[in-house]
C-alpha cells in the first residue's frame, strides 16, 4: 500500500506541486516586503537547481561530483528552497507550513522511488554513495567522484530555462496580487 501511494505520489509530482503553488497564490497576501524577501532565497535555489543541472548526466553514470558530493538530491534541494522562497512571499504563516507538509509528502515520496532505482541501475556504487553523502540536507563529505564537470549544455539540455519562465510568471503575478491585495 505505501509503495503504490509513493509512487502514485512520484510519479504526479509535478501536478501535486502545481496544485500547491495554486493554493499558495490563491490565499496569498504578498506585500512588496514579503516579495523582497522572498526573491534572495528564489535565486539561491534556482542556483542549486542550475548547479546541479550543469552536473547531471542522468541514467548514463551515477554523478558524484559537485552538489552531488554535498546532497544526494540538489535538484530537489533547490526546488525546496525555491518554494520556500514563494511560500515566504506570501505572508502567511499558514502557508509556510502547508508547503513545508507538502513538499515533504511529495519530495520524499518521490526520493525514495528514485532511490530504489538508482540501487537498481547502479548497485553497490550506489549503495556506497548512500553510505557516504546525505540524502537531502548538504553536508561536506568529501566524497567527489570528479569524473563529471559542469557544463551548460546540460543545463540547457535539461530545460531549466523552464524553471527560469515559471518563475518569472510567478514572480510577475505575485507582484500583481501585492498591488491589488495593498
Not at 548497485?123 to 557516504?132: L, P, T
Request: aromatic share 16%.
Amino acid at each position: 500500500m505505501l509503495k503504490s501511494v509513493q509512487h502514485f505520489v512520484g510519479y504526479h509530482r509535478i501536478i501535486l506541486s502545481a496544485v500547491v503553488g495554486i493554493l499558495l497564490y490563491v490565499f496569498a497576501r504578498p506585500t512588496v516586503w514579503t516579495i523582497i524577501a522572498g526573491c534572495p532565497i528564489i535565486l539561491i535555489g534556482e542556483g542549486i537547481r542550475i548547479w546541479s543541472s550543469g552536473y547531471i548526466t542522468k541514467n548514463q553514470m551515477l554523478v558524484q561530483a559537485g552538489p552531488y558530493a554535498f546532497t544526494r538530491h540538489p535538484l530537489y534541494l533547490g526546488n525546496f528552497v525555491i518554494g520556500l522562497g514563494f511560500a515566504i512571499m506570501t505572508a502567511e504563516v499558514s502557508l509556510v507550513v502547508l508547503y513545508l507538509i507538502a513538499f515533504t509528502i511529495i519530495y520524499f515520496s518521490t526520493i525514495a522511488e528514485e532511490e530504489e532505482s538508482l540501487m537498481n541501475r547502479f548497485g553497490q556504487e550506489f549503495a556506497e554513495y548512500v553510505r557516504q553523502v546525505p540524502r537531502f540536507v548538504p553536508l561536506p563529505t568529501g566524497a567527489v567522484n570528479g569524473q563529471t564537470k559542469f557544463r551548460w549544455e546540460r543545463v540547457m539540455g535539461h530545460r531549466e530555462y523552464k524553471t527560469w519562465l515559471a518563475i518569472g510568471i510567478f514572480l510577475v503575478l505575485m507582484f500583481f496580487k501585492s498591488y491589488y491585495v495593498s
